[in-house]
C-alpha cells in the first residue's frame, strides 16, 4: 500500500549514508569502538552511568528481568496496554506477568493504585512502559517498591528522549530498556539498549549479552586478553558496528526530531480540540517532556471504529491501535481467572493512533485532522 501519509516514517539521510560505508571500510563489523563510543554518547545524554548496547529491545527487557533476580514461580507486574515484548520477557525467565490497569482514560500509563492491588508474597518485580513515551508516575512506583521489596524496569522502548522532574525516563529504576527498532525515535533498523546506575547490574548484563564470557572479542582483537572464561551461560544479544553507527547520528538528531514531534503533537491537539471535540486526547497536561512517539486518540463511545479506520485508509491515510491488550492475546488468556482489568479493556477498544514522524508536515497534520472529522461522521452514521 503507498499511504498518502504514513502511520510513521524516519528521517534518514546521508549521514547515515556515511556513517555506515565508514564501518564497512573499517571491516570491523561487530561490538568495537564504534558500540563504545554509541554506548559513551547515550548513556551521557541519559545522564546515566551504564548503558549497554544489545539487539533489540526484547533481549534489553529479558536480560533486565534475568539481572534483578527473576525466577521460575516468581511475578512480575506489568501492563496489559502495551506491546506484548514487555510479558513475554517476564515469561524468558520462568516468571509470571500479572498485569494491572492503566490509570485513566487520560493517563494511559499504568496505574500505581492497580499495581499495589497485585502484589503477592512471590512478586518480585514491577516493569512499566512509558506509554507514548509520558511517563509513568515513578515516584509513587518507587515508593510502592520500596514498601515490598520489588525491582523496577522500565520499557523505555518509546521514551527515548523523555524525562519527569528533568530526569531521563529509563534511568529511575533499577534497569531501563530503549528500543531503537525501524518505527522508534530513534532507529537502527534494529536494536536496544540497556541502561542503569549501579554497576553490579551493568556488569551481569554485559556478562549475559555475550556468552556469559569474560573476555570480549574486542579486548582480544586489542591484545588485552588472550583467552577466556564463561561463568553463566549467557546469551548473544550484541548489537553490530554498523548498526552503532546509525545510533550515533540517529542520537545527535534526537532533540531536533522529538522537538518536531512536540510540535505536531500541539497542532493535533489545536484542531482535534476546536474541530472535533468529541474525541479525547490522552496525556493532556501530562507532567514531564515527552518523546511524543505516538499519536493516540480514543473515539467516542459506540463509534465503529472499524469503519472510522477504513475511512481513513481509503484517504492514504494510515492509522494503527496500542495496543490489542495483551491477556487478551491467546497466549496469555486464561478462563479460569478474571483479569479485572476495566479501563484496560475500555480504552483498548477506543483508542486509535493517528500519523506522527518528524518528517511531516502542518499540512499533513491538517489533512488527517480534516478526514478525521469526516471517518467520525461516517462511522457514527446508522446507516452503516
Ligand atoms: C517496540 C517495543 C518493544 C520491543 O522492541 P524491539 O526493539 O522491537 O524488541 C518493547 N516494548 C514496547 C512498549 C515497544 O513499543
Not at 518485580?125 to 523496577?152: F, R, S, T
Amino acid at each position: 500500500m503507498n499511504w498518502r501519509i504514513p502511520l510513521s516514517d524516519i528521517d534518514f539521510g546521508d549521514e547515515e549514508r556515511l556513517a555506515v560505508d565508514e564501518v564497512i571500510k573499517s571491516k570491523w563489523l561487530t561490538m568495537g569502538a564504534v558500540t563504545q563510543a554509541f554506548e559513551k554518547e547515550f548513556a551521557d545524554y541519559a545522564g546515566v552511568k551504564h548503558a549497554i548496547a544489545v539487539t533489540n529491545c526484547t533481549a534489553a527487557l529479558h536480560l533486565a528481568c534475568l539481572v534483578v533476580g527473576l525466577s521460575p514461580g516468581d511475578e512480575a507486574i506489568v501492563p496489559s496496554l502495551t506491546f506484548v515484548a514487555t510479558a513475554n520477557a517476564v515469561r524468558y525467565t520462568g516468571a509470571n506477568p500479572v498485569f494491572a490497569d492503566i490509570t485513566s482514560l487520560e493517563n494511559l500509563n499504568i496505574s500505581p493504585a492497580s499495581i499495589e492491588k497485585r502484589v503477592s508474597p512471590r512478586t518480585r518485580a514491577i516493569v512499566v512502559v512509558h506509554y507514548g513515551g509520558y511517563a509513568c508516575d515513578m515516584p509513587k512506583i518507587l515508593d510502592i517498591a520500596q514498601k515490598y521489596h520489588l525491582a523496577v524496569i522500565e520499557d523505555a522502548a518509546h521514551a527515548a528522549g523523555s524525562s519527569l522532574d528533568g530526569k531521563a525516563l529509563g534511568t529511575w529504576g533499577e534497569v531501563g530498556c530503549f528500543s531503537f527498532f525501524s518505527n522508534k525515535n530513534l532507529t537502527t533498523g534494529e536494536g536496544g539498549m540497556l541502561v542503569t546506575n549501579r554497576d553490579d547490574l551493568a556488569e551481569k548484563l554485559r556478562l549475559f549479552r555475550s556468552h556469559g564470557m569474560t573476555s570480549m572479542t574486542w579486548d582480544r582483537h586489542k591484545g588485552h586478553a588472550w583467552s577466556y572464561d564463561v561463568i553463566v551461560s549467557g546469551y548473544n544479544y550484541r548489537i553490530d558496528e554498523i548498526r552503532s553507527a546509525l545510533g550515533r547520528v540517529q542520537l545527535a538528531k534526537l532533540e531536533k526530531n522529538n522537538n518536531l514531534r512536540r510540535h505536531f503533537v500541539d497542532l493535533y491537539g489545536q484542531l482535534l480540540r476546536s474541530q472535533v471535540p468529541e474525541i479525547m486526547i490522552p496525556f493532556r497536561y501530562h507532567p514531564g517532556i515527552s518523546s511524543a512517539h505516538i499519536m493516540p486518540i480514543l473515539l467516542p463511545e459506540g463509534v465503529n471504529r472499524k469503519v472510522f479506520m477504513d475511512h481513513l485508509k481509503s484517504k492514504g491515510i494510515q492509522t494503527s491501535i496500542h495496543y490489542p491488550p495483551i491477556h487478551t492475546f491467546s497466549a496469555f488468556y486464561d478462563q479460569s481467572f478474571s483479569f479485572d482489568l476495566p479501563l484496560t479493556e475500555t480504552a483498548a477498544l477506543r483508542e486509535v493512533t493517528l500519523p506522527l514522524y518528524p518528517i511531516m508536515t502542518e499540512d499533513n497534520v491538517v489533512e488527517v485532522v480534516d478526514a478525521v472529522k469526516e471517518a467520525l461522521a461516517a462511522a457514527n452514521s446508522p446507516h452503516l
